[in-house]
């Protein structure tokens, strides 16, 4: 799954180094618990609602 977040994740640029160094950690995540539950590949609630909250914040332009 490493190959899944480099091809997906490990190239984002969101025009800030902590959205970026954020959507590389929660890519790199599930890349490692592909076919859990959120919950269980993100064990601390504070980083399960980071991820949360992560996919809430409004992006444009945002390569295919």
């Known amino acids: ?33 592909f076919g859990k539950a959120l919950s269980e590949i993100f064990n601390k609630a504070t980083v399960l609602k980071r991820a949360y909250e992560f996919l809430l914040i409004p992006r444009q332009n945002l390569p295919d």
């Open 1 to 33: 799954m490493l190959d899944w977040w480099e091809k997906n994740f490990a190239t984002c640029e969101l025009g800030d180094r902590r959205l970026n160094e954020r959507v590389m950690s929660i890519g790199y995540a599930l890349s490692q618990g």
